[in-house]
């Protein structure tokens, strides 16, 4: 949505070819002559473009938060995540939602796997770090954007290779915590699975109530 925003401001002209700078010239609160947010587009006219992209981003937010567990609902996630790519949505963005399609395959998923790759306490331990892990990726993601986008980070001078590197480490911390968040999700819902066996075993719960 950040890129839609950035060619939404460009106006109402076309573009000048397939990838374009989302940050146009003329910024004056971006410091990086970097800073220009590369992205691809089919459309050519920025205007269009960037309301393509930030609608996109508005659907894909929606798409996570309400429909994405339902029975094809990770193959309509990842058809909005390439529609997004293709106007104008950015290029990093590829990345981070092909690992969210990943994860969200697996929904549906039996859970054996994980309840034999985690005995029950580290399954136990894992399953509290879930929301920690994917707050952390929130937090690399949110710096990166800040760097990228105004040029400046903390007690980093204004130097292109300083911030170059910075921004390279950033995304490997965002790519490990999402990662990570994805493990200890799988190890809740591990925890959960024998949680719910044993009392099902013990008579407390209905055979109903047992997730699939």
Same mark, same amino acid.
């Given at each position: ?17 397939? *990838? ?61 995540? *390439? ?18 399609? =990943?994860? =969200? ?29 994917? #707050? ?7 710096? =990166? ?46 925890? =959960?699975?024998?949680?719910?066996? #044993? ?7 209905? *055979? ?5």
């Amino acid at each position: 949505m950040n890129h839609g925003v950035f060619e939404m401001l460009q106006g109402n002209h076309s573009t000048t070819g397939l *990838v374009i700078k989302a940050l146009g010239p003329g910024y004056g609160w971006t410091v990086w002559t970097h800073g220009s947010e590369p992205a691809f587009t089919i459309v050519p006219n920025f205007l269009l473009t960037g309301i393509l992209a930030t609608l996109i981003g508005l659907v894909m937010i929606f798409w996570s938060l309400r429909c994405i567990h339902r029975p094809g609902g990770p193959s309509i996630f990842l058809l909005l995540g *390439v529609t997004s790519f293709l106007v104008g949505g950015g290029m990093a963005q590829v990345l981070l939602f092909t690992l969210n399609w =990943a994860a =969200a395959t697996r929904i549906r998923s039996s859970l054996r796997f994980w309840c034999w790759l985690f005995p029950a306490p580290v399954g136990r331990v894992l399953g509290k770090l879930w929301p920690w892990a994917l #707050a952390g990726a929130a937090v690399f993601f949110l710096a =990166a954007l800040e760097i990228a986008v105004v040029g400046y980070g903390p007690h980093v001078p204004v130097q292109m290779e300083l911030l170059g590197k910075l921004l390279w480490r950033l995304a490997l911390a965002i790519v490990l915590s999402l990662l990570l968040s994805f493990l200890c999700g799988f190890a809740h819902d591990a925890a =959960a699975r024998r949680t719910d066996a #044993a009392s099902l075993q013990h008579g407390t719960i209905q *055979v109903g109530k047992l997730p699939l």
